[in-house]
């Protein structure tokens, strides 16, 4: 991938866990234990560029400057499966404000389709951090960012821990001017020839937010 948008993490930790992840013998608890560590470890590549400003700290020995987190952080999960990666971001920016959206993906169009929506009127944060473990179609992702920008938002971020091919190109040529960070590029999504149903991630993991909740 050649897009200095797209991002595509090489660490060993994150290649390590997502195989697991991927595993079909992984139950839902440790799944769910998987979904956040690996989010920890994606926050950590997704942050980089952040601002910073400097503050005064006093150590037992003396004053000092150091830093701070300048810009209000706003992590937007899409129900239901990236719900499961704000924990870990959470931990690594406790102030962030968190903003739920609902999409589902209608199962014969794999359209989405929106069913929840609460944010206010204006934007109350600076960067916003789009949370959602597979980035398949594309097409999620795309009205997520569509409606965030509607909002107001200035600086958006996409985070996933797989995408398709087909996925990637929808958002990068909708939203050209986001940043998306990834855990892996899979091969492709399933089409009516494969024995799992079309539109699914190639290996992939199958339905993540099933697999999270146990409800598959
Ligand atoms: C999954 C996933 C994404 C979407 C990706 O959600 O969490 O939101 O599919 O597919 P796309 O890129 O083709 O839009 P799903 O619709 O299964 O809902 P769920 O998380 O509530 O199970
Ligand atoms: N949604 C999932 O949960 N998994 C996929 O592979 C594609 C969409």
Known sequence: MNNPRVHVSNHPLIRHKLTK?????TEPKKFRELIREIAILLAYEATA???VEENTVVTPLQETTGYRLKEKIGLVPILRAGLGMVEGFWEMMPPAEVWHIGFYRDERTLKPV???NRL???PTVEVCVVLDPMLATGGSAVECVN???KWGAQRIKFVGMIGAPEGIAKLTEAHPDID???GAIDERLTTEEDAFPAGYIMPGLGDAGDRQFGTG
């Open 180 to 182: 998306i960070f990834l």
């Open 21 to 25: 992840l991927r595993d079909i013998n």
């Open 114 to 116: 929106a069913y929840y």
């Open 147 to 149: 409606l965030l920008k």
């Open 120 to 122: 206010p009127v204006s």
């Open 49 to 51: 560029d952040l601002a």
